[in-house]
Each structure stands twice: as C-alpha cells, then as structure tokens.
C-alpha cells in the first residue's frame, strides 16, 4: 500500500505543478472596451496583463488612421492584473474622434506583447450616430413613389462576443479536474490491484 500512496501523492504534485504553471496566460486581454464602442467621460479599461514573463504595462491611445506610429500614453502599472483595470482614460481631455486603443505588456526577457482595440468612437461633444433602419420591401401600387435616404458614413456594429475562447481559469479547471480524475483512476487500481494479492 505504500507504493500506491507515494504514487498518489506524486500525482497530486505533478497535478498542482501543472495547474500552478497555466495560472499565467500566454497573452494579454482587454475586456472592454470593445471595437465599435462609444466612449464618454472616463472609461476603464479592463482586461488582464498577467502573462509570464510581465515586467509591467503601458496603456496608450492614438488617432484612428494615424500612419505616423504616434501613440499617446494614458498609464502604466508595474504589477500584473487579473481581469480587472488596467488604466482609467479620461476622453474629455481629447477632441471627438475615432481611436485604436493598445494594451503593450512588456516582458522580462525584452520582447513585448500588443493587443490593439480599433474603431473605438469618443463622442462627448458631438451627438453619437443612431443606427439606420434596415429598408422595407416597397409595396407594388398604381403610382410608385421611391424615397432615398442619404447616409453621409456608414455606421459599425460590434462584433458578438466569441463562445469559443478559453480564459485562464477554464485551462486551470479542466487540469484540475484531468488531475483529479486520474488521481482517482489510480486509486481504484491501486484498491483493485491489493484485493487482488490477497
């Protein structure tokens, strides 16, 4: 019996290892805002910067269409983040515009990482766009009219959310109950195993 206990706890530790080394994702996230997002007053910014190898991070904004790299800084932070704020930004201090905003985690061995979020419009000064309604099928009568409606811009819809990705924490739930179940497993062949013997 004592082998299969000092297999067990093998198990346990090697389970924890691996749940204790996906803790720190391979990439930073931004929450919110979104791409398409109207923007008013201070908005915070949220996401998570922990990934492995964080030295710190820098939030920043630049004009959207800007071809000359020129990105102005909005804050920093020394220590990661796990989805929460990373920086507030307060787009009074700014004119009405659209902006990309970017999220650069710095990292320890010189590199950096980027996530971009474009299209985002501040409208606190000018009135924000309504949507335009979808046209409806024209009824066929005796004295056809046709009205146009001009639309100086086109007006962007955000993207749904995608049911697809993986956060952090379903990685470490599914290692954890993967460990678990083979912990388990063992255990009942370990149990099966010395019934046997004797």
Not at 42 to 70: C, N, Q, R, W
Not at 176 to 192: E, M, P
Request: overall charge positive; hydrophobic content about 45%; charged content about 15%.
């Amino acid at each position: 019996m004592s082998r299969i206990g000092t297999l067990f706890f093998l198990i346990f530790f090697l389970s924890a290892v691996a749940v204790g080394s996906v803790a720190a994702q391979a990439a930073p996230v931004v929450l919110s805002p979104r791409a398409g997002d109207v923007l008013q007053g201070v908005v915070s910014i949220k996401g998570s910067s922990d990934v492995k190898g964080f030295l710190s991070v820098e939030v920043a904004f630049a004009y959207a269409g800007d071809t000359t790299g020129t990105w102005f800084l909005i804050g920093t932070r020394n220590q990661p983040v796990h989805l929460d704020i990373l920086a507030s930004w307060d787009t009074t201090t700014i004119t009405d515009g659209d902006y990309v905003l970017r999220v650069r985690v710095f990292l320890k061995d010189g590199s950096f990482l980027d996530v971009l979020i474009p299209n985002l419009r501040v409208r606190n000064y000018t009135p924000v766009e309504t949507p335009t309604p979808a046209p409806t099928a024209l009824q066929a009568t005796a004295t056809p009219t046709l009205s146009l409606t001009v639309t100086p811009f086109p007006t962007p819809t955000t993207l749904p959310l995608n049911p697809a990705v993986l956060t952090p924490v379903d990685i470490s739930k599914s290692i954890a109950y993967g460990g678990l179940g083979a912990i388990l497993f063992l255990v009942i062949l370990g149990v099966y195993i010395g019934l046997r013997r004797r």
